[in-house]
């Protein structure tokens, strides 16, 4: 459409209810723009056009009659959803290719339009509105899912569990729905254990299809067995390779799949890195009443998936090799090769200096504030540890079910360190107290923390309170312990990149090139850092983003090279 062509476009879009939005109808235009990339076919009653845990090779269009969505239940079987005539099949796994949640069958003799999801996948990249028709519905979808509990995996575990938190993360995070069970509260826990053959010392078990049982599984056991990975190509030359999926990583893997390049991404652990913990991000630029940090980024996701980007979640980088083109990462599951890198780790937060540290981490202990860990500590009083952003948010966002949240920074007051907005809402808070000079000197508990002593540098007094949850956000410790020398870092372990990079730190990679590095390079042409990894980064989201999409720019040059 032109931008002086007055008519009025043939879906209303703005109008539209969210009924509407999640499962539109289509025009007969819109059909046809659809049937240009597919092939039209009968199907009969009952006829299974995707199979549950199995990967959707074609999305569809229905023309005549009618297709249902259906569930798996112990009890039986339920409809989920209807697809009637003009309506359309898909979710975001679609994008992805992970397997289905539902079975799709047909309800009566009925017509399709058949589409392989690659086709599809160009056809999003060149129509500018059935994409957006597409992808809200395929985001919206996802969304009901997770909230209906409409998934193939059940997860068995306790609050006192540091595995049982972990996976509900894992799995949260990378938006998979899924049924969580407490072996300490749920009175049907003992009859499902019984019927799988396992007790409560095997939990966390993880349930997957009704069918296998994992025993505390690893994070890359349980994408692995879930399909997270399906269909990802381990074994061709990349133009690029992220390490990362946080802000910064996937902004790269956005603009630079959008522009064409053909893109691989490493995940440790799940999409967003610290920033997906973030509560809410009130002055992140177009949110104007602010977005979850786990929202945020699972759009990012979706987005560079949408590109082409392809994702391996659970499957970090152990090494990068970097005295030859192409370089090579070696992975949990393959070695990768890429013609250019970017490397975009994160940091993680600073660990308490206390003896006993790890035995409260995640029964506890937490360096995320979710709404997993909300739900733990819910009418409890709470401590905050740092003076940062993500520290704000989470007292900000605990005050809001915590009976009382304690925010314990080392410093004289909140404002060098955090922005105006949030010190205001801490000062006016009447259920968060700021304790100015203060750290935590002890822990104490069983099988779960249940009191901690503070000390005041003001008055060298040591405080003990019940209590049993407490979220640590201080400092940065950068992750570039697998680079093992290959790229030049600073004294705190952050990677050196464009003019900070000295005589030295050049000579000692034998830089090869008659030019510099580009500003987000590192001693080694075409190996970039990005983000909170990076020596003298802001720290910040939109800084990090900012910097994913530049290096994406320097890549490009650094390939002509």
């Not at 349930?207 to 190509?233: K, Q, T, W, Y």
């Not at 603009?255 to 652990?269: F, H, I, Q, R």
Request: charged fraction near 25%.
């Amino acid at each position: 459409m032109k931008a002086t062509d007055t008519t009025v476009p043939e879906y209303p879009l703005t109008a539209a209810t969210p009924e509407e939005r999640t499962f539109p109808t289509l025009t007969a235009g819109q059909i046809e723009r659809f049937a240009v990339h597919g092939r039209r076919r009968r199907v009969e009653g009952g006829e299974v056009l995707v199979a549950a845990g199995q990967s959707a090779r074609h999305f569809f269009v229905v023309t005549e009659g009618h297709l249902v969505a259906i569930r798996s239940l112990d009890a039986g079987e339920s409809p989920v959803a209807a697809f009637g005539p003009g309506a359309f099949t898909g979710e975001t796994g679609m994008l992805s290719g992970r397997p289905g949640l539902v079975r799709i069958e047909a309800g009566e003799p009925s017509e399709v339009i058949a589409i392989e999801r690659e086709r599809l996948l160009a056809f999003l990249q060149t129509d500018s509105e059935l994409s957006e028709i597409l992808m809200r519905a395929f985001l919206l979808r996802r969304v009901e899912l997770i909230a209906q509990g409409v998934g193939d995996v059940v997860l068995v575990g306790s609050d006192h569990s540091q595995d049982s938190l972990r996976l509900r993360e894992f799995l949260t995070r990378n938006g998979h729905p899924h049924h969580w069970l407490d072996v300490d509260r749920d009175p049907d826990v003992q009859g499902l254990l019984d019927r799988f053959g396992v007790g409560i010392a095997d939990v966390p078990i993880l349930i997957c299809r009704g069918e296998v049982v994992l025993r505390n599984p690893s994070n890359h056991e349980v994408a692995e067995r879930l399909g997270f990975n399906m269909g990802v190509d381990r074994t061709q030359v990349r133009d690029l390779v992220v390490v990362g999926a946080g802000p910064a990583g996937l902004a790269a893997a956005v603009y630079a799949a959008s522009e064409g390049l053909d893109v691989l991404v490493l995940e440790t652990s799940s999409p967003g890195g610290q920033a997906g913990s973030s509560s809410k991000i009130e002055n992140y630029l177009g949110f104007p009443t602010g977005i979850s940090g786990q929202e945020l980024t699972g759009r990012a996701y979706t987005q560079a998936q949408k590109f082409g980007a392809q994702i391996l979640v659970a499957e970090g980088a152990h090494r990068l090799a970097c005295e030859h083109k192409p370089f090579a990462l070696e992975t949990d599951g393959a070695r990768v090769a890429a013609r250019a890198v970017i490397l975009a780790t994160g940091a993680e937060y600073r660990k308490l200096p206390l003896a006993n540290l790890s035995r409260f981490e995640g029964v506890g202990v937490y360096y995320g504030a979710t709404s997993v860990e909300a739900h733990l500590c819910s009418g409890e009083d709470v401590v905050v540890i740092g003076g940062g952003n993500s520290a704000g948010q989470a007292a900000v966002f605990l005050a809001g079910s915590a009976r009382r949240v304690h925010l314990l920074v080392r410093s004289d007051g909140l404002s060098d360190s955090m922005s105006r907005y949030l010190v205001r809402r801490i000062e006016e808070s009447p259920h968060i107290d700021l304790h100015a000079r203060t750290e935590v000197v002890a822990l104490e508990g069983e099988d779960h923390l249940e009191c901690l002593t503070w000390r005041k540098e003001s008055a060298g007094d040591h405080e003990t309170h019940p209590v049993r949850h407490v979220f640590s956000m201080t400092g940065a410790v950068p992750n570039t312990r697998w680079l093992d020398g290959c790229v030049a870092l600073d004294a705190q372990g952050f990677v050196k990149t464009g003019s900070d990079l000295s005589p030295e730190d050049l000579a000692a990679k034998r830089w090869p090139l008659s030019r510099a590095p580009y500003l987000l390079e590192t001693n080694r042409p075409g190996v970039f850092a990005v983000g909170d990894v990076r020596s003298g980064s802001m720290k910040r989201v939109a800084a990090a983003v900012g910097e994913g999409s530049i290096a994406v720019a320097l890549v490009h040059q650094a390939l002509r090279e």
